[in-house]
């Protein structure tokens, strides 16, 4: 397992790990949807070399099925969302972009340190997925909590999901139907998140969670 | 009558870094007026310039003390000996072990010591902007730089310059990300420290935004000459570090004959126009940001070092 | 043969602070005074300097005074000798500067019996051979130097200063007191040898480890105990401000290493290093940034001094991780880059209060808003300290960069470290070293520019003037001596290889004198590298020829005129930069989170005739969450308890008999 092919799998795993970091630097909607393409891209390269080494066809198709849909379908559908609702300003993060590289930094150190001692004696190779996978869900998360923007908080979702993907393609044994039946089921959801984006849009004016929330505070009193 | 070759070789390195300064950045400047369907001065612009300012005679400031008059000179020679010491055509050079990479970083930061105390002498509000501006980047820059320096030489074992590019060179580094962040880290801080678009523009006078142009502001004859060659010194050293470390193919050892010389030298030459090419494309197709998204930039730079020695950390306990 | 001699010249000392009182009334009164510390600094400085490089062994001396059965012990070692070249040193130049400095005083009597007293103190702590001698060195040096921070104590903010100090001091001594309780043992051992062969399980250590961060940390101005430091070292005069920070946070240091690396012998688990490590990365770091938040000149120095502490903590650390992994070769990079920190940051910030010490003689002034331009009429005082702000900004080839690359080297020579937790500190806590020096070059160019460059901003600095030759030459001494450790790095850690040995189970670096061309080679020479006199030959010389070619082929002339400014100069030098509106970007990068920096804009409405205003309001985390909560308590607690102040003389008796009861159950219950 050593060697080029142990470096490339190593590679992508960790590029997933830094596109994760560049959707946090990123604070303009269509930037962030290209850099989610990337991800899902990267993650399709990485999906694709595991079915190489580990010689599991089935793998191609959870490749194809990253490749076909998240790196092609969802963007260019999120890309006509932002269109129509006109939301491609700039987003705002709360915080600071610094403190949440710091805290990404932190949460890929946490990962790994959670990861790697418990998987002693596993394939090292699957080790290493398993912490970076850890990682790009962490990273999701922190993108969803720290974004105002219903948009941003849809990418951290997909972003957690691609995650769980490169997760379960390094593990070695997920059923094929999983698979599928979880992109189908990212597919619904994107579909209903499209359909709510729309809802809110019109019920609220805007898509900013804040607005949301003083709504919410608005309403209790 | 070995060490006197090598020594020759040594010379030969610092004459070259002086006459290459100039034309990569009349390369670049060129790339980036025929990439904006401009013809763009003659490459060899910059040499021209150089004379020129170095035969005028200097207009000090009233308030300039001596300082002022001193500060190009040390600047110069620190720059100079920093992209000597870099290697290039040639690796193992006599004097490679006189300064390892931490040591080339902290020369780059006497040189910015002095430039900015330098803007901050005549006391005028813009060589304050300057000054204040250009350590507020380098305050972020130069710890991004050197947690590549860490990624490096826990690889290499070694932050010695010579002894890296050897490594770099041979199949047992293979893929890693964390290479690629460091990669990714230092061309973010190359940026930054060399007044690219989008930190600085190179190109602009009068602007509120500018950084590195508003701290030599007050400089003219042949400090100024010494100044715009440093900084092109600056770049070069850049070009050459990122070259060396990354691409560290077709150098030359030492102690091998002209041919390997002169091979290594053309090599060297392809690879800095490429980087220029690169760097002016780059330019033309980007903005410049706000001066307060830089500390985000570098901030994001420091990250990915701090990352990549992270991971390896990690790689290497497995 | 030199311990007595050193101790009849610490007697002497102190009778130096005796006539102080005497000299103090009397015209030349005070040369006299320093010019005998001087003598007995130098002779002091001699006798340790040839004891450090006699190498290792110890030479003890029990004299019959102190405790009744136990008499006072005295030791002297190569660490000892170590850190008494580092207080004599700067004892010697303190007082050769005060020489010139000390004729401004305005009140003598309040410096003159305190400083040669003081110096004793600190000598006393570093051949103290058991407790109580260390203990009672220790408190006679914190309270002379507290009489020296009262000096001037007319100002409200230096008696606020001198009462935070002192609860800090004995705060500190207090938990001194205590670690050397659990070091003893039951049986009470109270001599260092005594101590050294008791075990002390593994608990304790860790406890005692703890206490003596608290209890040395507190004076070497860890973080959060710093908080007394930055007040107190200004307040003081800057002769003495010098010794206080460039000398006695050193004493600090040295009650530390002595406590942990040599009484409680080897470290039992990796943490302590990972403790200490940590404890350093971020005092390094909040004492820059700190720092570069002030715009008192003086202040401004004195959290740098926070810096500092923390970089020789981040050596410390490492080589408490190193030795508790049994690696020795390696604790001797990390623990020979503590103490040539220890010496460097002695030298320079010793030149930089000095310097700042002659501005204040020549302006009156602290405060960097109100100077500027003082390089004009101080060319020498500005020069010195260009010097000591480059050799503190760590820039080759100066001292300051040696130690932070030896630093560098011992994070980076150690991946093979077995536990996790150490694998990300180590890189993180090397992040935090190299932010905080690029930061301490940011401080450094806002010290010396604003102060030295630029226009001046008030009368008094454009009326400034030279100081005087004995403080010049105390300068240039010590700006040469921060040169030649910059160039010749390799001699000093030969130098530092006795006392290294002695702590580290006798493993050494490699011997530096034996490289060619005196290259700094911390490993082996396949690693790293570096040549301070070769830099600095390499940038002479070719800084000298392309300034005589270009004087000689193209162009030498020079014309002076108004400053350009872009076409739109303008002649108040008010519209300078000044030291706040410098520090501004970092400000807002770091210290919005940090200290929650925010700047307002006050605009009157149209009409009103009010200058606009823009308002910088900062606070600082760790007073304010950290201390003020602990104060407040201590004023509730005492209110509570303040009706005990109007008792019958029977209740007072009744209270008093009652503890004596409560103490003597408590014995009874504890056997």
């Known amino acids: ?221 | 009558m070995a060490l006197m070759a090598d020594y020759l070789v040594q010379g030969c390195q610092m004459a070259l870094m002086l006459l290459l300064a100039p034309l990569l950045t009349g390369w670049i400047r060129w790339v980036k007026a025929r990439l904006l369907r401009r013809r763009g001065p003659s490459i060899l612009q910059p040499y021209r310039d150089l004379l020129k300012l170095l035969r005028k005679e200097v207009v000090l400031a009233d308030s300039a003390s001596w300082l002022f008059r001193v500060a190009p000179y040390l600047i110069f020679s620190a720059l100079w000996v920093g992209a000597s010491l870099v290697p290039t055509f040639a690796s193992g050079l006599p004097f490679s072990w006189a300064a390892d990479l931490i040591a080339i970083v902290a020369l780059l930061g006497t040189a910015r010591f002095f430039l900015a105390l330098a803007g901050l002498d005549v006391g005028t509000s813009f060589g304050g902007i300057g000054s204040s501006r250009e350590m507020m980047i380098a305050s972020l820059a130069e710890p991004a730089m050197l947690m590549m320096v860490f990624t490096l030489s826990l690889l290499a074992g070694t932050t010695e310059l010579s002894s890296v590019a050897r490594f770099m060179s041979t199949a047992d580094v293979g893929l890693r990300v964390s290479l690629a962040l460091s990669l990714l880290a230092l061309i973010m801080v190359a940026i930054a420290e060399n007044a690219r678009i989008p930190v600085d523009n190179p190109a602009t006078h009068l602007e509120l935004t500018m950084v590195h142009e508003a701290m030599v502001l007050e400089y003219s004859g042949r400090h100024l000459a010494l100044i715009e060659l440093s900084s092109s010194l600056k770049l070069l050293l850049y070009f050459s570090l990122i070259g060396c470390i990354f691409a560290p193919w077709g150098m030359a050892t030492a102690g091998s004959t002209p041919g390997a010389y002169l091979y290594g030298t053309a090599i060297y030459m392809a690879k800095l126009a490429l980087g220029g090419f690169l760097l002016a494309l780059f330019e033309t197709s980007i903005a410049k940001m706000r001066v307060f998204r830089v500390d985000e930039f570098l901030g994001a730079a420091l990250m990915l070092g701090l990352l990549g020695a992270l991971l390896l950390f990690v790689s290497r306990g497995l | 043969m030199s311990l007595p001699l050193l101790l009849i010249l610490l007697m002497i000392l102190l009778a130096v602070g005796g006539y102080g009182i005497a000299a103090a009334r009397q015209p030349g009164g005070s040369r006299r005074v320093y010019g005998a510390t001087l003598v007995i600094c130098v002779i002091l400085l001699l006798l340790a300097l040839a004891r450090l490089l006699a190498g290792q062994g110890v030479q003890t001396l029990i004299l019959p005074f102190g405790l009744p059965w136990l008499g006072a012990y005295f030791q002297l070692d190569a660490l000892s000798a170590f850190f008494l070249v580092v207080v004599n040193l700067g004892g010697a130049i303190a007082s050769l500067f005060a020489l010139g400095y000390g004729q401004h005083e305005r009140s003598p009597e309040r410096v003159l019996p305190f400083f040669p007293a003081f110096l004793a103190g600190m000598n006393l702590v570093l051949v103290a051979g058991d407790a109580f001698s260390f203990l009672f060195a220790w408190e006679f040096m914190s309270i002379s130097s507290w009489a020296l921070v009262m000096a001037h104590h007319q100002e409200s903010a230096n008696a606020r200063a001198g009462y935070l100090y002192l609860v800090m001091a004995f705060f500190g001594t207090l938990t001194l007191l205590l670690a050397f309780g659990l070091l003893a043992g039951a049986d009470g051992g109270y001599t260092f040898g005594a101590m050294r062969a008791h075990v002390v399980s593994p608990g304790l250590a860790a406890l005692v480890l703890v206490l003596a961060l608290l209890g040395a940390g507190s004076k070497a101005g860890v973080v959060p105990l710093h908080v007394w430091l930055p007040l107190a070292h200004p307040a003081a005069p800057s002769h003495v401000s010098a010794l206080m920070s460039g000398v006695m946070t050193k004493v600090a240091v040295y009650g530390f290493i002595r406590i942990v690396f040599d009484l409680l012998g080897e470290p039992v688990a990796w943490w302590w290093g990972g403790v200490v490590l940590a404890l350093g990365g971020v005092t390094a770091l909040l004492g820059v940034l700190y720092a570069l938040m002030q715009h008192d000149l003086k202040r401004l120095l004195a959290y740098h001094t926070v810096e500092n502490i923390g970089i020789i903590f981040i050596g410390l650390g490492l080589a408490l991780a190193f030795q508790a992994n049994l690696m020795y070769a390696s604790a001797a990079l990390a623990l020979t880059a503590a103490l040539f920190h220890v010496l460097n940051h002695s030298l320079f910030k010793s030149l930089l209060f000095l310097g700042s010490g002659a501005v204040l003689t020549a302006t009156g002034e602290r405060d960097m808003e109100h100077l500027g331009g003082l390089i004009r009429p101080m060319p020498w005082t500005a020069l010195a300290f260009l010097i000591g702000a480059a050799a503190s900004s760590a820039l080759p080839p100066l001292n300051g960069f040696v130690s932070e690359w030896l630093t560098f080297q011992a994070i980076l020579i150690s991946p093979e470290r077995p536990q996790w937790m150490l694998k990300f500190l180590v890189p993180a806590v090397g992040a935090l070293l190299a932010l905080s020096a690029a930061l301490a070059a940011t401080c450094f160019v806002k010290a010396f520019g604003i102060t030295f460059l630029g226009r001046p901003r008030s009368p008094v600095a454009a009326q400034a003037r030279e100081t005087d030759l004995y403080s010049l030459t105390a300068m240039f001494i010590l700006a040469g001596l921060c040169l030649l450790a910059g160039i010749l790095p390799g001699l000093v850690v030969d130098g530092l290889s006795a006392a290294v040995g002695q702590l580290n189970g006798s493993a050494l670096l490699p011997v530096q004198r034996s490289q060619p061309w005196l290259t700094l080679v911390p490993v082996t020479d396949v690693k790293s590298t570096y040549n301070g006199l070769l830099m600095l030959l390499f940038i002479g010389v070719s800084g000298f020829t392309a300034a005589w070619l270009i004087h000689r082929l193209a162009s030498g002339r020079v014309r002076r005129g108004p400053a350009w400014d872009c076409g739109f100069p303008e002649p108040s030098p008010m519209t300078q930069y000044t030291a706040g509106s410098f520090a501004q970007p970092i400000r807002r990068v770091f210290g919005s989170i940090l200290f929650q920096a925010r700047e307002r804009v006050v605009m009157p409405p149209p009409g009103d005739l009010r200058p606009a205003r823009l308002e910088v309001e900062i606070h600082d985390p760790i007073w304010e969450r950290g201390y003020v909560p602990v104060v407040n308590a201590v004023v509730a607690v005492s209110s509570r308890f303040n009706y005990l102040q109007y008792l019958t003389i029977r209740r007072y008796l009744g209270l008093v008999f009652g503890a004596l009861v409560v103490l003597l159950l408590g014995m009874v219950l504890w056997r």
């Open chain 1, 1 to 221: 397992m050593r060697g080029l092919a142990f470096d490339i799998a190593h590679f992508l795993a960790g590029g997933m790990v830094l596109v994760s970091f560049m959707l946090l630097y990123q604070d303009r909607v269509y930037a962030l949807l290209n850099i989610f393409a990337l991800h899902a891209l990267v993650l399709a390269l990485a999906v694709g070399w595991q079915a190489h080494t580990q010689e599991a066809p089935h793998l191609y198709i959870t490749a194809a099925v990253a490749l076909i849909f998240k790196a092609i379908v969802i963007p260019v559908v999120l890309r006509r969302i932002v269109q129509q609702l006109g939301i491609h300003r700039t987003l705002e993060v709360v915080g600071g972009v610094g403190r949440d590289m710091l805290a990404g930094t932190g949460l890929v150190a946490l990962s790994i340190l959670v990861m790697l001692p418990v998987t002693q004696g596993a394939d090292p190779l699957a080790r290493e997925d398993l912490a970076f996978a850890l990682a790009v869900v962490l990273l999701g998360l922190l993108l969803m909590v720290n974004r105002h923007n219903a948009i941003s908080l849809v990418i951290g979702f997909m972003s957690l999901e691609n995650g769980l993907i490169l997760a379960a393609a390094g593990a070695r044994g997920m059923p094929l139907a999983v698979e599928i039946s979880v992109a189908f089921s990212i597919l619904i959801a994107l579909i209903v998140i499209g359909v709510f984006l729309f809802r809110i849009r019109e019920r609220f004016d805007s898509v900013d969670m804040q607005a949301m929330d003083a709504f919410r505070e608005g309403r209790r009193k």
